[in-house]
């Protein structure tokens, strides 16, 4: 089975400032999807941006950007211009194209400060 | 409005007395999945259905039960809880279960057995 790896359990950041949550991935595979998630207090689970391995390119949506390095099987999240609506629980994910099921990481705790 | 719902919200209950989680969703989505969250672990996938009558084991199916008799309800069924099920639980659909597509989730059981 795929492995997800986040390393940091908890990350702190000032608002305005910019924060990269890290994740990296264990596959043989070479078709595959990321994704982070957002999850605030409400338990909610958002979807913030998601990767396709076979695009080069970077995704990005608004604040939130990833470094993608398919060699290095690592996916960071990069939030820009942080908001105290950014603190949440952020999951890391994967998912094969041919499997059935999102691989997530353990998550790391955001904080936000004023 | 497009949605993914799961009854009851929160639940106590004690060891040995069979529950049902119900998880119904509205926009027609062939695939449905059910997830748990632990703290320290991230979301394990429990069992996903790919469409009626068709259901499958996924990372953590011990202890668990589901059925799917129509498209759009899944119910997540413990026959003889234990405290080791206390847990978050999240129901999840796409349309036909491709890695591609969103993932719809809903807003989460929290479970505890007592």
């Known amino acids: 089975a795929q492995t997800v790896t986040q390393s940091q359990p908890e990350m702190s950041v000032q608002e305005a400032e910019t924060v990269t949550l890290s994740c990296t991935y264990d596959t043989s595979e070479s078709d595959y999807y990321l994704f982070w998630y957002k999850q605030p207090p409400s338990r909610q689970m958002i979807l913030v941006i998601r990767q396709e391995a076979y695009k080069q390119q970077n995704a990005t949506e608004n604040r939130f950007s990833v470094n993608f390095q398919k060699a290095a099987k690592s996916f960071s999240l990069k939030i820009s211009d942080s908001q105290l609506g950014d603190a949440a629980m952020y999951f890391c994910a994967y998912r094969s194209r041919s499997g059935y099921a999102l691989n997530f990481g353990k998550g790391t705790s955001l904080l936000v400060t004023p | 409005e497009a949605q993914v719902t799961q009854n009851p919200r929160y639940l106590i209950t004690v060891t040995g007395k069979k529950l049902t989680v119900t998880c119904s969703q509205n926009?027609?989505?062939?695939?449905m999945s059910w997830y748990r969250q632990d703290p320290g672990l991230g979301l394990r996938q429990i069992y996903y259905s790919m469409n009626v009558e068709v259901t499958d084991k996924g990372d953590v199916p011990e202890g668990y039960k589901v059925s799917r008799k129509e498209k759009r309800n899944f119910p997540l069924i413990l026959e003889s809880p234990s405290p080791n099920q206390t847990s978050l639980y999240f129901c999840a659909s796409n349309p036909s279960g491709r890695a591609d597509e969103k993932l719809f989730f809903g807003s989460g059981t929290q479970l505890s057995v007592l």
């Open positions: 926009m027609n989505h062939e695939y």
